[in-house]
């Protein structure tokens, strides 16, 4: 990727980030993408960022901040139940509405790709997504994932159950 094309910078959460994570993190429309089914708050958010120790083979999970080349926070990228054994680790992302289908979250996947691959010696990454979120879908085929599976009423959504798509992206 040359820098022409350079629309995003990653970076570990910093305190300044707080308020923007305490947004995110509390939109109910973002809950049935995630784990999160209830409010966070700030004290506990500030708390996570000022523990964070951006070290993925002690914490099992590595969380970095997407910024736009002024440094302004776009989004988040998660690499999260860490398997050094297997050297794999489940990967999601988020990037805010209004930064959406501007290619910041097809390059967050391809520089997290090369930092995984070259720098941490992993051997895949994997996601999950809701069958029924085509964006997801296309993001991750386009960022090199592949489809490798299909969970029936794996996803809770209110009262009803969907299936979720499981992707692949193998380092050779």
Not at 11 to 32: F, G, K, M, Q, V
Not at 143 to 171: E, N, P
Request: hydrophobic share 40%.
């Amino acid at each position: 990727m040359n820098e022409t094309e350079l629309k995003i910078r990653l970076r570990a959460p910093e305190p300044s980030d707080t308020d923007t994570l305490y947004i995110w993190e509390n939109d109910p429309e973002l809950w049935p993408c995630g784990d999160n089914a209830a409010p966070m708050s700030r004290h506990a958010l500030a708390e996570f960022i000022a523990n964070y120790s951006g070290n993925i083979s002690a914490d099992g999970q590595l969380r970095l901040i997407v910024t736009d080349l002024d440094g302004n926070p776009v989004g988040v990228v998660d690499l999260y139940d860490y398997s050094p054994r297997d050297r794999r680790a489940g990967v999601g992302i988020f990037i805010q509405k209004e930064y959406r289908c501007r290619g910041y979250a097809l390059q967050a996947l391809a520089w997290l790709s090369v930092y995984c691959a070259t720098h941490l010696g992993m051997h895949q990454l994997w996601a999950v997504t809701g069958a029924d979120n085509k964006a997801s879908r296309a993001l991750f085929a386009a960022a090199g994932f592949k489809t490798c599976g299909r969970l029936r009423s794996w996803l809770r959504q209110g009262r009803r159950f969907g299936d979720a798509v499981i992707y692949q992206r193998l380092f050779e």
